[in-house]
């Protein structure tokens, strides 16, 4: 009997070694195959129920092509670093030293009036009505503490919309540092990183050290990172992994901070990005982060035990579609790998002129689509008008979205483009067109919060 235990254990062993070698496989092929189609350069690990099933560097360290990317290269993850403040800032919470109700005036005084009205819980799921602020100089703290105090007057009552910047993370930050009274990286240092192993983790850590992955674009040109607001955490692959371990096992914070950390505003990212609850639950929750040709995604599914996680430092904009082939290959599916990104194609050519990009985008479309993704055609023209409205070029970033927005698509997205042409016209401060679009965008989809938000802090000034 003993025997045939023995026997029948490592048969087991055998069957579940030989699916993990198929699954490694699967997941390499996809790799590969992205890698080939110029969609990929970067570190990628994938975890199911706590373990690591396929680890991998695909591609250069740097645009000269002569270092090979190694998995313990530093990167910078974009947006993805604002999980540390929020999480800072429940930390603060949990132990009593501020609620999130309380208005931002009550630790940061001598901003304009406005403070008053904006609480802690507005900055951590972007829902302060702080604006964009116009302005050439690179956005140092200097610089934005100034664009804060010049502020006169908020763009919604804070919670009725979402807007996303970097200003909301720039103030929570400075509440960190009041509220405990160390320096932001101190603080993150000693009540984050330390206590989840992340021991290759650093706060602004230079990307220009040898241990850094050097971003680069699609000619292998470089990319140069030119300052601005500090406190933006830079880690391996590994390091982010042991985050979303420690997050996910709630070592830092409660689950029930995590839920609070989680909740978004409809339409919007919270301090974690995007989640999805069953049952009051959270299951999953990725985030995506950019920046200068560094792109980072992970995606952690706490109901199904698999987490996915990627850095490049060549962005291509098709971390998403990688993900989904791999979820597919876990899951015995039919895999399909993207194509080439048809938004990094075209953003180039519709700045320089946005009629012939569009010309250049519509015979893409007739004769390539073999090898461009139009999968998420709406999508990735408003990615473009966005790239353009980033530049203050608001006539064209219009012409692009009402080429976006006169395709058939979903709701929600063609809703959104209508919100996009109605913010470029509030910019412009004509506010009659503005208000006609969100109304349009609010009469498409009656669930964009957004829209129904800032339209109606429109028609209120208007009476």
């Given amino acids: 009997m003993r025997y045939l235990f023995l026997l029948f254990n490592f048969c087991v062993a055998v069957q579940l070694s030989r699916a993990q070698s198929g699954t490694y496989k699967q997941i390499d092929s996809i790799m590969r195959t992205a890698n080939e189609r110029g969609i990929f350069n970067g570190n990628i690990l994938v975890a199911q129920k706590g ?3 396929y680890q991998q560097s695909w591609g250069y360290a740097d645009g000269s092509r002569t270092k090979m990317l190694t998995p313990g290269l530093r990167f910078d993850i974009g947006s993805i670093s604002k999980e540390f403040n929020g999480t800072a800032i429940m930390i603060l919470k949990e132990r009593g030293l501020l609620s999130l109700d309380d208005p931002i005036n009550k630790f940061l005084q001598g901003l304009p009036a406005w403070s008053a009205k904006v609480k802690i819980r507005n900055l951590i799921n972007y829902t302060s009505g702080i604006p964009p602020i116009e302005g050439s100089s690179p956005e140092v703290d200097s610089v934005i503490l100034a664009k804060l ?10 919670g009725s919309a979402y807007i996303y910047n970097h200003y909301n993370v720039y103030l929570q930050m400075r509440i960190i540092e009041k509220v405990s009274g160390m320096p932001y990286a101190d603080f993150i240092k000693a009540h984050i990183l330390i206590p989840c192993g992340m021991t290759s983790s650093a706060i602004d850590y230079p990307l220009t050290a040898e241990d850094a992955a050097k971003a680069f674009d699609s000619e292998y040109k470089d990319t140069p990172y030119p300052p601005g607001m500090t406190g933006w955490v830079r880690l391996p692959i590994t390091d982010l992994y042991k985050w979303t371990a420690c997050l996910d096992s709630y070592k ?12 978004n505003f409809p339409g919007g990212e919270s301090s974690l990005g995007t989640s999805g609850f069953e049952n009051g639950e959270l299951i999953w929750h990725q985030h995506q982060g950019s920046n200068n040709n560094y792109e980072a995604l992970f995606y952690s599914n706490l109901k199904d035990q698999v987490t996915i996680m990627m850095m490049t430092n060549n962005q291509q904009m098709k971390v998403h579609g990688i993900k989904s082939a791999i979820l597919a290959a876990l899951k015995g599916e039919p895999v399909m790998v993207p194509k080439k990104s048809l938004y990094l194609e075209m953003r180039a050519k519709v700045l320089a002129d946005p009629n012939q990009g569009l010309a250049f985008y519509r015979d893409l479309k007739a004769n390539h689509q073999d090898k461009y993704d139009f999968s998420s055609e709406i999508p990735d023209l408003i990615s473009t008008g966005k790239y353009l409205e980033r530049r203050n070029k608001l006539d064209d970033a219009v012409k692009v979205f009402s080429v976006a927005v006169a395709l058939n698509g979903k709701p929600s997205d063609i809703s959104y483009g209508y919100e996009l042409i109605g913010e470029c016209y509030f910019k412009k401060g004509d506010r009659p067109h503005a208000t006609e679009n969100y109304a349009k965008a ?5 669930a964009n919060k957004n829209a129904e938000g ?3 802090t429109l028609q209120k000034v208007q009476r």
Avoid: G, Q, R
């Avoid at 830092?252 to 909740?263: C, G, P, R, T, Y």
């Avoid at 609010?442 to 009656?446: A, F, G, K, Q, S």
């Fill in 51 to 53: 373990k690591v099933i």
């Fill in 149 to 158: 105090m010049w502020l006169k007057a908020l763009s919604f009552e804070p």
């Fill in 252 to 263: 830092v914070i409660s689950k029930a901070s995590v839920n609070e950390l989680a909740a």
């Fill in 442 to 446: 609010l009469e498409i989809d009656p």
């Fill in 454 to 456: 800032i339209l109606a």
